[in-house]
């Protein structure tokens, strides 16, 4: 490999550090006008609905709409109207929850969640406040399970109010519907409302279009940035997933385009359940009748006050979230007529073996995607089981894999013995192709030829790493969204879903990809140790025959780039890569030992024979 190659690379390894600050810089997001503060239940006719995202003077956070955006049917009648009367909230304790019930709209305001605290305290963070719990559709414009239509827009509040066991809030509107809701606390934390509007007139009558809002993926913590927010449907065959990506509305990844603000699934859809997540928590509903459709909105949530910024200096100062609603169609109900709406909402921890004692398919909400998500599911099995026969979550993630490297030892092995037998044929291989470089067909005939008769592969090298890819990317799924590593502390990782930050240099936030802005440089041991064991694994690899010695110095010091794209993700990952490495380096310190001399394994080598001297 000459300079000029090297001088390229070295700039493709600059341009990759530094290409998203710069895209946002050439291509900055595309502003309109600001979104009202009511929501329309006009029919929509797109689902690439642009978003609508107000301006904001820097470092100010824009005011939170309490509603979505208007539908993209254009402007018509509003179907929310905030209540002027004061907010009354009812409470319903359970085991596992507590869930508060509100005046505004009838529904659930938001589900605090027992046993899994709002913050993990990490490093020199205050202790986390036990009274404090992970609060699912946390500052939401709207309360879930609010049944919207133009029918009864009247402003008016619900009485709410304890009945048993259950909770009821109940309205009559100004043009004659009554609507009750009630709900009932179940096990394994499901939550079961029936919702009724009965026509109280003297004759039948239309009832517009309904949106059942099923709640709002909101953020964890105020340093969430909702990159691990989504919404989910399942159609009876496959769930579909729609996470922060698409409502970003990026051009190959990376540059940014006009935002969406909505979707919309296509058609007259079968939605058996929905589900709206951030990433450990979950609230899926599954309704009675099933809905014609399912649309989520982008709203924006209220930024955080002077208290959590104080305490906070990573505060997302502009968050948002995905609002979820489900969409019945017009009907005619007669005089004295109920419509009933059944609604079977789970709101907990994505916890695999919690959802599929759910049934119904509903551990799909895991979001482990496609052909992964199958790994993804036996991993996270897996480290479940080592970890109830007494083993810690750091110790389990070892454990798998030792057991994942054990299975594919004797691939990886005969890679490392083909790989030497390549390198001691080398010779003989560079006179083919020294003898037929003028004719490349020819020469990479007679390569092939000879290496079949050596009885090597130039692939060898590649195949073991081909086989793990699913395998790491599954470990990647599995890692990111395990609510069971949240907390979980291993050495001096106190959250194996975090990075293992041990302290911060600060002045050195600029760094791309690894600093954080307001903070600095967060030294993360993990992925630095997972760089340096990958970088003995390379160099004690055999290069492939044919490698000049530039472009192997260059081979060897590309596994470093991995530290920069893994440096800030969940310690858990990087544990898992650090292990594998060094598993690695044993077994071709062992393999090499084992080996006979380079002469013997190569054998007697057949050069190729002239068909006319043969003759």
Not at 5 to 28: D, E, G, N, Q, R
Not at 64 to 91: D, K, N
Not at 340 to 358: D, H, I, Q, S
Not at 579 to 596: A, D, G
């Amino acid at each position: 490999m000459d300079r000029k190659s090297i001088l390229i690379l070295v700039l493709c390894f600059v341009l990759l550090l530094v290409w998203a600050p710069l895209t946002h810089k050439i291509y900055p997001p595309k502003q309109v006008q600001a979104r009202t503060n009511l929501v329309s239940l006009s029919s929509p006719t797109s689902t690439n609905v642009p978003a609508e995202v107000p301006a904001a003077a820097p470092g100010v956070a824009a005011p939170p709409s309490s509603t979505p955006v208007m539908s993209a049917g254009g402007a018509g009648p509003q179907a929310w109207a905030e209540p002027e009367q004061a907010e009354e909230l009812v409470t319903l304790d359970t085991d596992e929850a507590r869930y508060l019930f509100t005046s505004h709209g009838g529904g659930l305001r938001a589900a605090e969640l027992k046993g899994y605290p709002e913050s993990v305290p990490c490093g020199r963070r205050r202790p986390a406040d036990t009274n404090r719990f992970a609060t699912l559709n946390h500052k939401a414009p709207l309360p879930a399970l609010t049944l919207l239509s133009e029918a009864w827009n009247d402003g008016r509040p619900f009485t709410v109010a304890r009945a048993g066991a259950a909770v009821r809030a109940e309205k009559t509107t100004t043009n004659g519907w009554r609507i009750a809701h009630e709900y009932l606390a179940g096990s394994n934390h499901v939550l079961t409302a029936v919702i009724r509007v009965e026509n109280a007139a003297k004759e039948a009558r239309a009832m517009p279009a309904q949106q059942l809002v099923i709640g709002t993926a909101t953020p964890i913590s105020v340093r969430d940035q909702g990159q691990m927010l989504g919404v989910q449907w399942y159609d009876g065959v496959a769930a579909e997933f729609i996470g922060a990506s698409w409502f970003e509305n990026l051009t190959l990844g990376c540059i940014p385009g006009t935002p969406r603000n909505e979707y919309q699934s296509p058609g007259m859809s079968n939605v058996v359940w929905a589900a709206l997540h951030n990433q450990f928590f979950t609230m899926i509903a599954t309704p009675q009748p099933p809905p014609a459709q399912l649309v989520a909105r982008r709203v924006d949530l209220p930024p955080p006050t002077a208290e959590e910024r104080a305490a906070e200096r990573q505060a997302v100062l502009r968050p948002h979230g995905f609002e979820t609603a489900l969409v019945y169609p017009q009907r005619t109900i007669s005089a004295g007529e109920v419509a009933e709406w059944r609604v079977e909402l789970f709101v907990g921890p994505k916890e695999y073996r919690t959802l599929a004692l759910l049934g119904g398919e509903r551990d799909q909400a895991m979001t482990f995607p496609g052909f992964f998500g199958w790994f993804s599911r036996v991993l996270l099995v897996s480290m479940n089981g080592l970890h109830g026969m007494g083993l810690s979550y750091g110790l389990a993630i070892i454990a798998i894999t030792v057991i994942i490297k054990g299975l594919f030892w004797p691939l990886t092995q005969a890679s490392t013995r083909s790989m030497k037998r390549m390198q001691a044929l080398q010779p003989q291989m560079k006179a083919i192709q020294e003898k037929y470089k003028a004719d490349p067909r020819k020469m990479n005939q007679k390569l092939m030829e000879f290496m079949k008769e050596n009885k090597v592969s130039p692939l060898g090298g590649c195949l073991p790493m081909i086989v793990q890819i699913p395998v790491f990317i599954g470990f990647y799924y599995m890692l990111q969204s395990a609510v069971e590593l949240r907390g979980a502390r291993f050495l001096w990782a106190c959250d194996l879903s975090q990075p293992d930050t041990i302290f911060i240099i600060p002045g050195l936030g600029w760094i791309p990809f690894l600093g954080i802005p307001s903070l600095g440089f967060p030294v993360n041991p993990l992925p630095l140790l997972m760089g340096l064991s990958q970088f003995w694994q390379a160099r004690m690899t055999p290069m492939s025959p044919g490698v000049d010695p530039v472009q192997q110095k260059i081979m060897q010091y590309m596994p470093l780039m991995f530290v920069f794209i893994l440096y800030n993700f969940s310690s858990g990952l990087a544990l898992y890569w650090t292990v594998q490495n060094l598993l690695s380096i044993l077994q071709m310190k062992l393999t090499k030992s084992t080996m006979p001399p380079p002469a013997a394994a190569a054998g007697p080598v057949k050069a190729p024979v002239s068909p006319r001297k043969a003759r």
